[in-house]
């Protein structure tokens, strides 16, 4: 009625069932005295173009989570390279873990005598996240012994690894 274009963005149901992303643009055609003698206009197949567009908000965004994931990283490696005073840089990388990575990060250490022992804990809020252990797990034992990453669907055990030992 205004005499407007028209340009509107909708899905079609394909005869074989596919939905079809369309583009519809038209505009009404009017004669010398200003009255309205028909809309032209045109539907074009936007599927693939929409397709194209999720796929790279899908790889931004994956993109950012491995940037975070290398940010966090190096920023650990730099912390635990920045100093020889043990407690104070595992303490420093467990925050930095609770801060960007986890509910919890726990640290237990081979002392002397090569028995293991709960050297440093941190986590997120108190109260937010049930307390694990102060019992060291088999699980962990065994990374301590083999010196070999273990991931599971909640937790990643990870050996800590200096001058050719494991710590």
Do not use: K, N
């Amino acid at each position: 009625a205004s005499g407007e274009p028209l340009r509107c963005d909708y899905r079609l149901l394909a005869r074989d069932g596919r939905l079809v992303s369309v583009r519809d643009e038209s505009a009404t055609v009017r004669g010398d005295d200003g009255a309205a003698l028909w809309i032209q206009g045109h539907l074009l197949d936007v599927s693939e173009r929409e397709r194209l567009r999720a796929d790279e908000r899908s790889a931004a965004a994956e993109s950012g989570e491995r940037q975070r994931q290398l940010d966090f990283l190096a920023t650990a490696s730099a912390i635990l390279a920045s100093s020889l005073d043990t407690d104070t840089t595992l303490r420093r990388v467990a925050e930095l873990s609770v801060r960007e990575l986890a509910d919890w990060c726990l640290f237990d250490l081979l002392d002397e005598e090569g028995v293991a022992a709960r050297a440093v804990a941190a986590r997120t809020e108190p109260g937010e996240v049930e307390e694990p252990s102060s019992e060291l797990d088999a699980a962990v034992l065994e990374v301590i012994r083999s010196g070999r990453l273990e991931l599971e669907e909640r937790r990643i055990s990870a050996p800590l690894l200096a001058r050719g030992r494991t710590l």
